[in-house]
């Protein structure tokens, strides 16, 4: 049996809009999941490096993304999730405790999911600009009466419960600048949500799920990272660069004007040697380039302008892990994903930059039509889908037993750092 039910992810970024509508869908034993049935992608015009620059263009980016999803499967679509992205999105890691059993005989009783509400809350305390929101909230480990490395207290009897979380702030502006283009176009947006988190969702496997990896999304405007301990975040990093700078570095290097630039980086650039192919080749410049015309540029100066940037971004990305020792925690390996994904050789090059396997990263779990739709580029949107599609299943429960079994804390509840696009909430595996 099919549900009429739709849920819609919405990923706006720097060079695109994606769109990816999902179908509830229950197999024959009643278990609900859920099918992609639709895709639409749109020119972004109006956002630059996860911020809106322009409301109109956005607007319209995001009507005919949607529009062309709604046309592939035949779905009228009227509320959405949004992703965020951008060099506004920080991390940080928090502790917080509280007493148990205080003013009790035993001075000793069992945790409640009110009381790991409340330790949560107490690590979710940090000071920070006005202008800074909660968007997400992964809380990694419990520490009950020192004994530490414990996943859920709940029930357990002690005195002192400690939370360590790890929490995802970004840019009121422009999280409310984000959701405002959504309204905008006709699309209620229930709710805003890092894209770098949703990609747990989307393009690890099971394995890396239980495991540490360290995810690397690099999109157009920036490169955004996140290590990632059974799903938890313990890292996350925004480089503002990505692969944008690698246009730009060839319009200047090449002295060419920045679209050709940019068709060319699609089309032929590589980013190890070993995709060279053999021989040196010559890039055809199009006739439209007037006086450029009768260059000649090969592909090894194309490839070594490229690998440049690219070794830039991943040298920034080091830097920022090297002095934390999340770096030595990885034992899964690297997960690329985002439109640079798909430029050849990008994997053998993360690999001997980082002494560590690297694979790219596309939306997994796709059958029938939806197969189409395994690109890097959709990655964070499906992932979005599949967020909003888990808070509905979740939605069902009583807010305590959603509080003990998903870590989701409701809108509404009582903090100082709730936000209303964020709440606290972490992953729902």
């Known amino acids: 049996m099919v549900s009429e039910k739709i849920v819609v992810g919405l990923d706006i970024g720097t060079s695109k809009i994606a769109a990816v509508i999902g179908e509830y869908e229950y197999s024959e034993d009643g278990r609900p999941r859920l099918e992609i049935i639709g895709a639409g992608t749109a020119v972004s015009d109006g956002v630059r490096n996860g911020a809106v620059i322009n409301i109109a263009k956005t607007v319209d980016g995001i009507t005919k993304a949607v529009e062309a999803a709604q046309q592939m499967c035949g779905r009228t679509v009227t509320e959405v999730i949004c992703g965020l992205g951008g060099d506004h999105i920080e991390g940080c890691n928090s502790k917080g405790n509280i007493a148990i059993g205080a003013g009790t005989r035993r001075k000793t009783r069992e945790v409640t999911p009110e009381d790991k509400a409340r330790a949560i809350e107490s690590a979710s305390a940090v000071p920070g600009s006005e202008d800074r929101i909660t968007v997400a909230l ?106 944008n ?86 034992t899964s390996g690297i997960v690329l994903t985002g439109g640079c994904a798909d430029f050849p050789g990008i994997c053998d090059f993360a690999s001997e930059f980082f002494q560590l396997p690297v694979r790219v990263g596309k939306p997994l779990g796709l059958s029938g039509k939806a197969v189409a739709f395994a690109e890097p580029r959709y990655a964070a949107a499906v992932g979005l889908a599949r967020l909003k599609f888990e808070l509905d299943l979740a939605s069902g429960e009583n807010d305590a037993g959603r509080r003990h079994k998903t870590g989701f804390i409701s809108r509404g509840e009582k903090g100082k750092n709730i936000s209303r696009v964020g709440s606290w909430f972490k992953d729902i595996f």
């Open 245 to 330: 700078d690698i246009t730009k570095d060839l319009a200047s290097v090449l002295k060419l004007p920045v679209e050709i630039a940019e068709k060319i980086k699609i089309n032929q650039v590589v980013c190890h040697e070993s995709s060279l192919g053999a021989g040196n080749q010559q890039i055809v410049l199009p006739i439209s380039t007037n006086g450029w015309a009768d260059r000649v540029i090969y592909t090894q100066d194309a490839c070594e302008i490229a690998k440049a940037r690219v070794w830039e971004i991943f040298n920034e990305i080091y830097k920022s892990l090297k002095d934390t020792g999340y770096y030595k925690m990885i």
């Open 138 to 243: 992964d809380d990694r480990e419990y520490i009950v009466d020192g004994h530490g490395n414990i996943k859920d207290p709940v029930n357990m009897t002690c005195t002192r419960l400690e939370a360590e979380v790890h929490i995802i702030t970004g840019s009121r502006t422009v999280v409310n600048n984000i959701e405002s283009c959504g309204e905008k176009a006709g699309y209620h947006v229930v709710r805003s949500f890092p894209n770098i988190k949703v990609l747990t969702r989307s393009v690890l496997t099971p394995e890396e799920k239980n495991s540490c990896v360290m995810i690397i999304d690099m999109g157009a405007g920036t490169t955004d990272v996140m290590i990632a301990d059974e799903c938890n975040a313990c890292f996350t990093k925004v480089i503002p660069m990505g692969g």
